[in-house]
DNA sequence: TCGATATTTCCAGTATCATCGAATTATTGG
DNA sequence: CCAATAATTCGATGATACTGGAAATATCGA
């Protein structure tokens, strides 16, 4: 996962009406949710979510698919996958955020 | 780890600089480093070096201490833990980002 | 085709964020 | 105490994000 798509991804997951919709859509699975249906849950104006599913849609985080009058919403788990991997490996110094004590030598910056 | 304060350390990492500050923090363990070398190595004025490193601060990922002039920023591995820890078990469906596939039942909001 | 439903797009107003030079604060050595 | 060094805070400016009602678009059922 490149650099950009993880500020995207992080972006896009830092905001609490974001964040809700996507853990909504997390509890949700596989088979998502309607719009309409995650702002009722959520108590969002339409517009509104509407705008927030936008963003996490062009952050690559959730897919949407149409059924009938109704968009539905998914969380896309693959993406998820990488943006917790990139943070693991990258700013977790590896492994599973163990504190990196202890590090064999410091890592020198190549020239 | 509330929700609140994962939402302040997801908009402190969506940023191309504090992500960048907060990997290299991350690779320079837990002695940490001076602002000032820092600055230098992202080629950031340090003004706006500083804007970054509080706003990271504030939002619990680095810790700030002094050695004489320098201010040394290390990064907060526990911080950063416990935010993995919050997207693997909220936002990836528990497992390590398994799909959730066929839940046992869907869970149900408390009245 | 028409009316109802589901949702998005448009738009304007407000709010928050990012930038960086200049001024300020903290600390050290002499 | 003073000059030098390290870093922060201030302040003004420009950019971007969020909000939500109204209008537009898509789809369905009859």
Known sequence: MKSKAVIDALSALA???????????VQAGPEGQPA?????????????????????N?????????DGRSLIYAADFTAMNGLVGFLTENCCGGASCAPAVAPTQKKRKAS
Do not use: C, K, M, Y
């Open 15 to 25: 905001n609490e009406h974001r964040l809700a919709v996507f853990r909504l859509l």
């Open 58 to 66: 062009r952050a690559g985080l959730i897919t949407q698919s149409r």
């Open 36 to 56: 309409g249906a995650i702002a009722e849950a959520l108590d969002l104006p339409a517009s509104s979510l509407s705008f927030h599913l936008a963003h996490l």
